[in-house]
């Protein structure tokens, strides 16, 4: 696939003021700092589209942004806030569920959450957590492990493994997964191509 344009569109702070839902959309979602703004960066290779910062947190709004297609198609990519910041409040981290719950489960035109997990550790709770919510909902997603650069591949493939082992206390079937980095490039040709298909039968 050969993305010819990408741009920032839109941030809205909840489903009502998103764009109108006029094409397929794909977002992004994860704990802060896991990588979502660097791997919308990577997708699109455009290096300063969204906004990478190494202080957590800093994405509180549901962005969008436009794809063309050189064949034509267009579609959204959406980077979503991320969950797990200690610093937030009670009541933020409620709006946060409230807000993310109604955008993933009444977006009509969102045809596949990304959620990402970081191969650099051990399964942790909230990631299983919200993989799970997201099975719940019955919503399409697919796991993206992340920065895949920054451990042996050894190491990422244990994690992996034992990310998966730990959602089969739930799951019959895992749910599909790719393995990534924006810094190298890892994985990054396979999601489009993933997205590829998706929008062919949208
Ligand atoms: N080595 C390496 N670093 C990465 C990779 N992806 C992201 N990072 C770094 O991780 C930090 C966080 O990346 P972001 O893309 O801002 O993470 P985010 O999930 O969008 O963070 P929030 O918007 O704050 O939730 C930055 O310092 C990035 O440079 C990767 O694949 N490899
Ligand atoms: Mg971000």
Redesign the pocket.
Known sequence: MEIVKAEYLISSPSIDSCPKADRPEFA?I?????????????LTSKKEL??????????QLINHFTIIEKSGPSWYLV?L??YG?AKRSQSTRKEWSKMIENYIRKRESLVNTFI?IDSRHEPQDIDLEFVNQLGEWRVPFVIVF?????STQREVAANVRRFLDALAENWEEAPPHFV?????R?GIRQLLAFIGKLTANS
């Open positions: 992004f994860g704990r802060s700092n896991v990588g979502k703004s660097s791997l919308i960066n990577a969204a906004k990478v910062s190494r202080t957590p947190g800093k994405t980077d806030p991320g910041f990402l992340t920065k895949s650069d920054k990534t980095s924006a810094e190298k890892t």
